[in-house]
């Protein structure tokens, strides 16, 4: 009869447990704040100049330049290469009179940078984006750890480009910024 009652108390204490165990895996830092710092230049200038055409473009409209803000999300390192796992957001702005327009843009896209580190700091190897529609969630979870994974999913986001458009120009943060045509 004394094996019975103690069961109950056994199926707790595992459960309480496993709960903290989940807690402290799931709150463990996956950024290596020094790697990402250094990474982060080389990969926004990558991912300013790589791969975008956007509505300004032919526009005739002078100065057109992506501004990109990201969150890292992890980074896994290994010898001089690293992995650096983040959602960017980004807009395409132009000078115009006396304010900025945006035109295209994109929120919140998933990718993973490969880079190495050299000498003069790191350079970009490669980008791999996550996927549209179906293939989002599959990408992501290939893409990153599973707890990075489940942050991105559960939707870890950077501030908007908005915020820092004006200062990518050397503007005063009151310039004004509207929609183009």
């Known amino acids: 009869m004394g094996n019975v009652k103690r069961w109950p108390v056994l199926a707790g204490v595992g459960v309480v447990v496993t ?52 969150k890292v999300i992890e980074t896994r390192t290994d010898g001089e290469r690293a992995k650096i796992g983040l959602v960017a957001s980004c807009d395409e702005v132009a000078k115009e009179g006396g304010g900025l327009v945006t035109g295209s843009g994109f929120r919140r896209l998933p990718m993973v940078y490969r880079v190495e580190r050299t000498p003069d700091g790191y350079r970009v190897l490669d980008r791999e984006l996550a996927k549209d529609g179906s293939g989002y969630a599959p990408s992501v979870k290939a893409m990153f750890s599973w707890v990075g994974a489940r942050r991105v999913i559960d939707g870890a986001s950077p501030d908007g480009p908005e915020t820092v458009t004006p200062a990518a120009f050397g503007l005063p943060d009151s310039t004004p910024v509207r929609i183009w045509r």
Do not use: F, K, Y
């Open 19 to 70: 709960a903290a165990a989940w807690w402290i895996v799931d709150e463990m830092p996956t950024v290596n704040d020094a790697v990402a710092r250094e990474a982060l230049p080389p990969i926004d200038e990558h991912l300013r100049a790589h791969g975008w055409t956007g509505t300004l473009a032919g526009s005739g409209l002078a100065d057109v330049r992506w501004v990109c803000t990201q």
